[in-house]
C-alpha cells in the first residue's frame, strides 16, 4: 500500500486557479501510473485526470483544457494544475494509483463559489 497526503485546495472565485499537490509516502511513486479523481457534494467519486508512468496524459472531459496533471518523481509527487475553475468543479479532490484497489487518502477540498 501507498499513502498519500493532498493539499492545495481552498475556496476560490469562478475562473480563477488552484494547484493541488499529492504526496506519496516512501519512495518509487515513478513506476505508478496515477490519476486525480473527485467527489461532488452528494454525488460518487469520479475520475478526472491520469499520468502513466512515462508521462503520458488523460483527461475527462469535463475539465479538459483547463486542467493539466504532472508528476515530479523524485519528489514523489503528483501535481494537478486546475485554471478557469467553475462551480461544478467543487468536490473533495483525492489522488491515488490509477484503477487500483489501493486505499484513500483524505482528500482536498476545493470551492469554486462567488
Known amino acids: 500500500q501507498v499513502q498519500f497526503v493532498e493539499s492545495g485546495g481552498g475556496l476560490v472565485q469562478p475562473g480563477g486557479s488552484l494547484r493541488l499537490s499529492c504526496a506519496a509516502s516512501g519512495s518509487g511513486l515513478s513506476i505508478y501510473n496515477m490519476a486525480w479523481y473527485r467527489q461532488p457534494p452528494g454525488k460518487l467519486r469520479e475520475w478526472v485526470a491520469r499520468?502513466?508512468?512515462?508521462?503520458?496524459?488523460d483527461y475527462a472531459r469535463s475539465v479538459k483544457g483547463r486542467f493539466a496533471i504532472s508528476r515530479d518523481n523524485a519528489k514523489n509527487t503528483v501535481y494537478l494544475q486546475m485554471n478557469n475553475l467553475k462551480p461544478e468543479d467543487t468536490a473533495v479532490y483525492y489522488c491515488n494509483v490509477f484503477a487500483s484497489l489501493n486505499s484513500w487518502g483524505q482528500g482536498t477540498q476545493v470551492t469554486v463559489s462567488s
Open positions: 499520468i502513466s508512468s512515462g508521462g503520458n496524459t
